[in-house]
């Protein structure tokens, strides 16, 4: 079972430190190692509601049960065998702990973020409207390139903020459209290729798609206008609040990033990192002039 899968992956690490602490009553005991009741308490606190639910029942007690059994005995042949003094245990423990404690910073840190509440969302509907359309028509413009580094090429130009019109004059492939700055006019369904319309129709207004290979050539689309039904706001409320609760929260984090590179003082060996990079993941070791 999935659910099941998900919550031994979430004790797994915690079992390995699992000896009893102080006087707290024990639940598990195999040779010197102990499962107490405090230990137990903690790993399941934080569990999904599905997860816990399962547990519940008599067979999620009865596989809890086992699995703990199976996490115990092992840790017990674990220390028997002296894992706990070899380096690879010790690096992976310092590798566990940098990772726990980066989590801990982030969960505490992103409490500042401010919340996203129904009115932000209506405000951002309201002034977006244009990107909230059941579509029925969408108008296109086009850019066709012939391999993947004049697509990189012409991404690096839009994301920069320049024209799509005035790149497709420049760049593109396809003379019918070239001069009009890429623009193909409007299209209902049906009237597209399958494969431009699966992903002409999931675009909004603005929208630049990823290339599509088709017959040898690259295309780059971009969605112009659409026509369309608008959708009610309270359709697609909380999926758009959620949306934008991730959009705030990566904005501060990108922010939050940026600060501490200045607040801590950041120095990389750009030779060596080159190195061990050639080194590890291609296995030639580059030239050392």
Partial sequence: ????????????????????????????????????????????????????????????????????????????????????????????????????????????????????????????????????????????????????EEAKKVYERVNKGEDFAKIAKEVSKDEKTKNSGGDMGFFKKGQLNAQIENVAFTMRKGQVSMPLNMKGDLYIFKVTDVKGTPIDFEQIKTRLIEQLKAKKQQEWFTNYIEELKKKHKVEVNEKLLQEVLGQALTGVTPDKK
């Fill in 1 to 148: 079972m999935k659910l099941f899968k998900v919550f031994i992956i979430i004790l797994a690490i915690s079992f390995i430190f699992a000896c009893s602490k102080g006087s707290d009553e024990v639940i598990v005991k195999a040779g010197s190692s102990k499962l107490s009741k405090k230990d137990l308490e903690e790993d399941l606190k934080n569990l999904p509601p599905q997860t816990k639910l399962f547990l519940a029942s008599p067979e999620g007690i009865n596989r809890l049960k086992d699995e703990i059994i199976k996490r115990e005995v092992l840790y017990e042949e674990a220390k028997k065998k002296d894992l706990l003094k070899s380096e690879d245990f010790k690096r992976r423990l310092e590798e566990f702990k940098k990772i726990t404690l980066i989590n801990m910073l982030l969960e505490q840190e992103i409490k500042n973020v401010q919340e996203v509440t129904e009115k932000d969302a209506k405000d951002y509907y309201e002034k977006n409207k244009d990107q909230f359309i059941n579509p029925t028509e969408v108008r296109l413009s086009q850019i066709v390139v012939k391999n993947e």
